[in-house]
């Protein structure tokens, strides 16, 4: 792991269109290829943004949002909270990560490893996996998650299936 230097840090209202920003920019780096051609519309653009404006502007306190800077640039977040029920079955986990991105170009830095500590500790936690990002996959494994052998279809990109992975 090459190491860099980077905070970690609660964001504020303030940094919403650069979290969102890198939350798109996470997605095209991994998932460009699983995705339809124009994915990646204005309006799409803006529904992150709005999403975390309203996150970042009305912060609950049982959700914990985290971000990685280096040289005053964002490279990462992570968002988890209470575990979400799937249906009508209760969550396996009371804690949930959300998401965890981080930039390609700073993968392997630590940076991803101190935001997955931050929002979720090392107790028991669940999450949600794209199948086709062994990367991730990897990543969580590492970190004591294992595939519970639940599935769904990403609701706003089809091509993609979550997987579910417990701690």
């Known amino acids: 792991m090459r190491r860099m230097v980077f905070t970690i840090r609660r964001p504020g209202p303030r ?14 780096e991994a998932y460009t290829h699983l995705l339809p051609d124009g994915f990646f519309t204005d309006e799409y653009i803006e529904r992150r943004r709005r999403m975390w404006r309203d996150l970042l502007e009305n912060p609950r306190a049982d959700t914990t949002v985290r971000i990685a800077e280096s040289d005053g640039s964002i ?19 009371d804690r949930q990560l959300y998401a965890l991105y981080v930039a390609a170009a700073h993968h392997g830095t630590g940076a991803g490893q101190a935001l997955l500590e931050e929002a979720v500790g090392d107790g028991p936690a669940m999450l949600w ?5 062994p ?10 998650f294992e595939f519970d052998g639940v ?17």
């Open 15 to 28: 940094d919403a269109s650069a979290v969102a920003d890198l939350h798109v920019a996470a997605w095209r």
């Open 129 to 133: 996996v794209a199948a086709q990002n």
């Open 135 to 144: 990367r991730a996959i990897a990543f969580y494994r590492r970190n004591g």
């Open 151 to 167: 599935e769904q279809t990403d609701p706003i990109a089809p091509s993609i299936t979550d997987a579910r992975m417990l701690r």
């Open 75 to 93: 490279i990462g977040l992570a968002w988890a909270g209470p575990g979400l029920r799937l249906g009508a079955e209760a969550p396996p986990r």
